[in-house]
């Protein structure tokens, strides 16, 4: 089963400046926006960052956004470890979730910002089992003292998390139907398998039912995931590794694990 993605060489790219979007809902309509734009869609993407002031509900979505790709989608533990580590490797194009990112966030020049706010609150990610990642060098924390907010999208002042981002089920939460969630098997032989989204966020959800798949190497399997709503959301495995879900290669997701 294929699908018609987001394509930086051909995706023109609008900006957002009003916050109220019909069919969206309040509480995670740039989240809504992400999807739909990794989905394909050519709708209007997020917040204006080119210096026109922005209210508070696009502030959120704005950083929103980014995190729930970093946690939901990547499924990273550490989003400063899996940015310090692409950087260093000079952002190389070829993943879909960082294309976007460095098309978007990148090109509006906030991604250090939220590079260098992970990299200073690293011991707050403890997201999957309970304790902090490896801290970054001391290198990477002089760097991180260094970088400056963009005015109107403070992450670096006023508290260690001032859009009370939060872990993968956290940013995922809002995105659910209100009709029972269904996981089927569309091909046994390949380890293919589609899932609906039910009730509850998707990502913890189908973590949950994972079990369900055969136990015959269930890493192994890849499910595309489909909200009611939104459509397409991606296709998403499992780690061995980190027991985490996550869309792309796996040597991606480990850059943040």
Sequence with gaps: MTFRTYDASNMNRFRLVDAQLEGLTTNSWGIELVLRALAGSRAAILPT?????????????????????????LGWRDPGRGL?????????????????IASVW??????????????????????????????PSEAWMRWA????????????????NPPHLGSAEDESDSIHDDEPGALTIVDSTRRRAIYLS????????????????????????RVEVFNRRLGYLGEYRLSRTTGRLHVGKHSVHMLGN
């Design 49 to 73: 960052a080119d210096g026109k002031e922005i209210d508070h509900a696009q502030y959120l979505a704005y950083w929103h956004g980014l995190h729930f790709l970093i946690v939901a989608r």
């Design 84 to 100: 310090r580590a692409w950087r260093d490797q000079g952002r190389p194009p070829g993943d879909t979730t960082l294309d976007f």
């Design 106 to 135: 990148g090109q509006d020049q906030t991604l250090d910002a939220y590079i260098a706010w992970a990299t200073i609150n690293h011991a707050n990610f403890a997201y999957g089992n309970g304790r902090p990642s490896e801290p």
């Design 145 to 160: 003292r260094q970088v400056q907010d963009r005015p109107g999208l403070e992450l670096l002042d006023g508290g260690s």
């Design 198 to 221: 039910g009730r509850h966020g998707f990502y913890e959800d189908l973590r949950t039912r994972w079990k369900e798949l055969p136990d015959v190497a269930p890493n192994n399997w």
